[in-house]
């Protein structure tokens, strides 16, 4: 198994642009989240999931998109890029049911200028 | 509201020295508490998790309801363990992780 995988690995985005982060997991995971992580401020939630179909906000969703279709891909977009919006972005998954344990994938570092 | 605290930012010891990470939560129902460890340039693993008392590593944590706390503790850290530490509690339903703000660890020779 491949885990949770994300694409790309690093980026850099000018103010304004859009882009779609990718994220899948091949372990038929129900749960699945988006995080961000800046120095100081630990890992805050973007948006989870909680299985296809079904989405919801976290701590800090204000300018990203997410969605859900298959139980496998969770892409957050981001729809106009903001400097405030640099950081490394980390997907994770979650089986339900289970010991709750987050699997991550290996983060996406993004630089808006 | 949910809500994990590590006081810390940064720890300093020296090797074979004992080792201790805070981390106090908030939270209205029976708290499940998370240690993540995320070592340079890889992705963030399960460290442990107080509902299944294992020592990992050489670490333990106790979960402390009348402190709300949630120390990880080592009695002789190594240079291996510098790493930056997240405390994490999860909701009843599995669905919501909530982290604190990391405490970086490096363990000097």
């Known amino acids: 198994n491949a885990g949770v995988t994300q694409t790309p690995k690093f980026q850099v985005l000018k103010t304004g642009q859009s882009m779609t982060l990718q994220c899948a997991q091949d372990m038929n995971h129900e749960y699945m989240s988006w995080y961000r992580q800046d120095p100081g401020m630990g890992l805050r939630l973007i948006h989870y999931s909680v299985g296809a179909g079904i989405t919801d906000q976290g701590e800090v969703p204000n300018g990203y998109n997410v969605s859900r279709s298959t139980t496998e891909d969770f892409p957050l977009r981001l729809l106009s890029a903001a400097p405030s919006q640099t950081s490394v972005y980390f997907c994770a998954s979650v089986r339900a049911g289970g010991t709750y344990e987050q699997y991550f994938g290996p983060g996406t570092r993004l630089t808006v200028t | 509201a949910q809500r994990v605290t590590q006081p810390e930012k940064l720890l300093s010891v020296f090797k074979g020295a004992p080792v201790e990470l805070k981390c106090n939560y908030s939270y209205s129902g029976s708290p499940e508490l998370f240690w993540y460890v995320q070592y340079s340039r890889q992705r963030l693993q399960l460290l442990l998790r107080h509902i299944s008392r294992e020592s990992i590593k050489g670490f333990t944590a106790d979960l402390n309801k009348g402190e709300t706390s949630f120390h990880l503790k080592k009695p002789f850290a190594q240079e291996e363990d510098s790493a930056m530490y997240y405390c994490?509690?999860?909701?009843?339903?599995?669905?919501?992780?909530?982290f604190g703000e990391g405490t970086q660890l490096t363990v000097n020779p």
């Open positions: 994490a509690l999860i909701t009843t339903s599995g669905s919501r992780l909530t």
